[in-house]
């Protein structure tokens, strides 16, 4: 488990990499993409939970080490352009794990909260073969950006302040493209129920009543672990 430099073009990013140690490679790959807090240590705790179980896993660090208050406008306009930096870090990415030796080729891809928007947006690009997304953005027209999308596993909370909506609308696109998939709305939770929050995301939890659910957390991870199992194993 380190952070590491990797290139991309024009130069290099930063990440931190988790490398399984209970089992034998090679392993699949999974780009693990942060949430608005940038990398921190949830995210790196998280990318060690899938090395845990068997997959090479690098969480890169999409604000470059800056202030994630300096680095929020420029990653949604990102976003929601489907285009930029952050898209060039999480193919290069993709590409750097792919590329090791120790890897059996297979990559897959997940992301919380602007991490699950960035995660889903990778899903129709070149080389995933599974992506996880959760309580993120999903596009008004997600049935044209999706086309050609991997197979997506997602999670949403029933009372996300964000609404229904998003969970409603992927689920509608990814059946309409008759891509495999899996999204779940959990009634009794929130944005950010999959993380244990510290410092700074502490306090965010705390004002916007997005509380850790250990029931339903538990119960999304079994079911991206089995999902990436069945189109990344």
Sequence with gaps: MAEISYPVPGGTARGYLAVPSATPGPWPGVVVIHEVLGLNDDIRAKADEFAAHGYLALAPDLFDGK???????????????????????????????????????????????????????????????????????????????????????????????????????????????????????????GHRFMTQSTGAGAVLARLGKMSFQPEDAADAWQRIFGFFAVYLG
Excluded at 103 to 109: D, E, L, P
């Design 67 to 189: 202030s994630w208050i300096r680095c929020l406008r420029s990653a949604f306009r990102q976003l929601r352009a489907g285009q930029g930096p952050a898209f060039a870090a999480l193919d290069a990415a993709r590409a750097f794990l792919a590329a090791r030796g120790d890897c059996t080729g297979k990559t897959g891809v997940i992301g919380f909260c602007l991490g699950g928007g960035f995660a889903l947006l990778c899903a129709p690009r070149e080389g995933f073969g599974a992506a996880a997304v959760n309580y993120g953005e999903v596009p008004k027209d997600a049935e044209r950006v999706l086309a050609g999308a991997c197979p997506v596993v997602a999670s949403f909370g029933g009372r996300d302040a964000m609404g229904t909506g998003h969970p409603e609308r992927l689920q509608r696109a990814l059946a309409v493209l008759e891509i495999p998939h899996d999204v779940h709305v959990y009634p009794g939770s």
